[in-house]
């Protein structure tokens, strides 16, 4: 069945850096969604990306869906203790509204 | 606007035991999914909803688990006999009709029950 695995699996950095994960889907997707969980709390819906190559920015956050349609990418311009929590893709295949989520990736500021 | 509401909060059951899980949407919102997340994993799909039918139950363990949502609004999960492997938090999420320039369909979620099997 459809995978989605996202890279790193935990990231510290100090406040400032920057940060970046990358999502993989095993299969094709029609749409890629991005949520952020933070500590105790449960996922809170970022952005959808549709189109391939599409690129769409929310302040400090960047986020890529590959040309193929089976990759994706975060990007977070100096971070902020805010920032903190987990980082889930979840991408759905044409023709259906199932959503798979990633593996996460956890990421943690350090100020 | 409410939120997605789900009882109880945490559930502490031993193993064998039926337990039962409550989901009320947020209104007008007619998908309606139950996700499974494990402590350090991403939430795993368990059954979704368009309106009262089921339209993707393939990943629920059928033998143990089962749901419904009756009149298309609410949503109840059950698992009998629970099994120790069952800890977990179990989220509902929610999604509106995909509207162009209004909704692309994301999902908004509970805030989970945590499930404890001894």
């Known amino acids: 069945g459809q995978q989605v695995m996202q890279i790193p699996q935990y990231q510290h950095v100090q406040e400032g850096e920057d940060f970046t994960t990358y999502c993989n889907s095993s299969t094709t997707l029609s749409n890629i969604q991005w949520y952020k969980q933070r500590p105790g709390g449960h996922p809170v819906f970022l952005i959808q990306?549709?189109?391939?190559?599409e690129v769409k920015k929310q302040k400090r956050l960047t986020f890529q869906f590959g040309e193929a349609k089976k990759n994706s990418s975060l990007h977070i311009t100096a971070t902020q203790t805010t920032d903190v929590g987990t980082y889930f893709c979840?991408?759905?295949?044409?023709?259906?509204?199932?959503?798979?989520f990633g593996t996460g990736t956890r990421l943690k500021v350090l100020a | 606007e409410a939120g997605v509401v789900q009882s109880p909060r945490y559930k502490i059951i031993e193993k064998k035991q039926p337990v039962a899980f409550w989901c009320n949407p947020i209104?007008?919102?007619?998908?309606l999914y139950w996700y499974l997340q494990n402590l350090g994993q991403g939430p795993e799909l368990l059954i979704r909803?368009?309106?009262?039918?089921?339209?993707?139950d393939s990943q629920l363990p059928k033998d143990r688990f089962s749901a419904e949502r009756l009149k298309g609004v609410d949503s109840t999960l059950k698992i009998q006999p629970a099994e120790l492997g069952d800890s977990a938090v179990y989220l509902c999420a929610s999604s509106p009709p995909r509207l162009a320039g209004i909704s692309v369909g994301e999902l908004f979620f509970g805030p989970g029950t945590r499930l404890t099997v001894l």
């Open positions: 909803y368009e309106n009262e039918e089921a339209v993707d």
């Open positions: 979840a991408g759905a295949t044409a023709g259906t509204y199932k959503y798979i």
């Open positions: 209104s007008g919102h007619n998908t």
């Open positions: 990306l549709v189109k391939s190559g």
